[in-house]
């Protein structure tokens, strides 16, 4: 028997919430797959089984948020005995002491975390001290190591087959066993159309155990104001949540950040007419066929040549240091609105990519935000951030920096309206695509001339996407 303890899913994490166990109790597992789904404050994580076996007991429920190295689940990769599950555990002591619980190697972290204690069992497991013999424990990063050496024992039923999450949930959601569906994707994962090919040829859905939802907060007893607020005719629901995951995690950035960084917001309306233009052509360009191109893709490459030019808003202040510390690359940040909250992940590099690989790479991150597939690696290291409101339809805001950045540039709604163009004799009222761009700036390091600057520079090119050649 060995205990797999959750490890570190990113550098300096220290919990993490369980979202959704991937196996039951009785499944067979292989080495590399995925066995649960863990929420940190960070990102959606998919962790691996260590081990080739089967599970033995689940020791953490689904909503619980349990600290790094705690047991989570314990797996038998002895074989199958013939015995059921319960037995040789609570009922046989001699058996169990036979069968050593051997913890699982955990990921370096940055952060050292004391043993945590066991939690309270779904299904009764091994307490027995760890007495594995040497070798047990693999030497390599949890789920990432070479699968041991085939030893006799009988053979086992396939273990849960390879398939993306929202493949995952389709195929639930029909009643579809994945370990049924041959796979056509790459490395033979399946996909939708097999999911699909599956279900068109007749096949009987399996009859799966409804997933277990997290549990939904109590509404706490409501006295004092809230009961008065409550009395009367009815109104809206009233409730509490928790706070945790990444809306702790926002809620802690913004304010370390609003209340240790001076800010100051600065907008500018500005005519955009000739980017929509540019838009509009790159989206028909054979090049850029496989790509978005949006307005916000040209504001990103707008802020990296303009960050040339004003470079201290690509920098950020040392208070211990006592200094002011420039970059050297533009890593740009993009806020992400997702199911699970603000994200902002970052471009590293972006200011020293062309159009076309900023435009991949920039579609690629807002896809995997909105996913919830974003890495902890993707989020940290950032050193400029670019949001957008106007897709709600806002005109402007006043952004928060990103904590430990100089400079944040919002993009409002582009909109058609009324615009003077010309000069002199020649001014004349036109409809025109008009934008507001709101930039707010770090002022212990950043003056209202660089704030204002970066600002023209960014709606000049947007005004004039050709003055790119000048940068």
């Known amino acids: 028997m060995k205990r797999f303890p959750l490890p570190d899913p990113g550098e300096g994490l220290t919990e993490a919430e369980i979202v959704s166990w991937l196996v039951a109790v009785g499944d067979e597992v292989k080495v590399n797959d995925p066995i649960v789904e863990v929420e940190t404050s960070k990102s959606l994580v998919e962790l691996p089984s260590p081990w080739a076996g089967r599970v033995e007991a689940v020791l953490v429920e689904v909503g619980q948020t ?13 074989g199958d005995d013939g015995e059921g599950p319960d037995q040789g555990l609570e009922d046989q002591p001699a058996a169990a002491a036979a069968a050593p619980v051997v913890e699982a190697p955990v990921a370096t972290s940055a952060v050292e975390t004391p043993a945590a ?36 024992r009988r053979p086992r039923k396939p273990g849960p087959a390879m398939a993306k999450p929202p493949v995952r949930k389709y195929a639930r959601d029909r009643g579809v066993r994945l370990r049924d569906v041959p796979g056509t994707g790459p490395g033979g994962t399946i996909t939708y159309a ?15 155990t409804p997933r277990v939802e997290p549990p939904v907060p109590a509404v706490a007893q409501v006295t004092g104001p809230e009961q008065e607020y409550l009395a009367g ?20 950035a913004v304010t370390k950040s609003l209340f240790t960084a001076p800010h100051v917001t600065e907008w500018l309306t500005c005519d955009v007419s000739a980017t929509m233009d540019l838009v509009e052509r790159l989206r028909d360009a054979r090049e850029f066929s496989d790509v978005r191109v949006s307005p916000m893709l040209m504001v990103a490459k ?15 202040w040392d208070e211990e240091a006592q200094e002011i510390i420039y970059y050297g690359d533009v890593n740009l940040g993009v806020a992400a609105a997702t199911p699970r909250g603000l994200l902002v992940p970052n471009i590293k590099g972006a200011d020293q990519m062309g159009l076309l690989e900023l435009a991949r790479h920039f579609g690629e991150l807002t896809r995997t935000a909105r996913d919830g597939r974003t890495s902890p690696a993707d989020l940290r290291g950032g050193t400029f951030t670019i949001t957008n409101v106007g ?3 806002v005109d402007a805001g006043t952004p928060i920096l990103n904590n430990g950045e100089s400079g944040i540039l919002c993009l409002g709604a582009i909109s058609r309206r009324p615009w003077v163009v010309g000069h002199g004799s020649e001014e004349r009222i036109e409809p025109r695509w008009v934008t507001t761009l709101a930039v707010s700036f770090d002022h212990r390091l950043v003056d209202g ?10 709606a000049r090119l947007l005004a004039d996407p050709a003055l790119a050649l000048l940068f």
């Open 66 to 78: 349990v600290e790094v190295g705690t047991p989570i689940i314990v797996i038998d990769d002895d």
């Open 117 to 152: 204690e066991t939690p309270v069992a779904v299904t009764p497991a091994v307490e027995t001290p760890a007495t594995a013999a040497p070798g047990a424990a693999s030497a390599n990063l949890v789920g990432y190591g070479p699968e041991a050496a085939a030893t006799a």
């Open 194 to 208: 097999d999911v699909d090919a599956w279900l068109a040829a007749g096949s009987r859905p399996a009859e799966v």
């Open 233 to 252: 005719p009815p109104k809206l629901s009233y409730g509490r949540v928790p706070v945790r995951g990444v809306r702790k995690a926002t809620a802690q």
């Open 302 to 316: 707008a802020a990296c040549l303009a960050l040339r030019t004003n470079p201290e808003l690509n920098a950020r």
């Open 391 to 393: 897709v709600f339809g």
């Open 449 to 458: 001339e660089g704030g204002s600057k970066f600002l023209a520079d960014v």
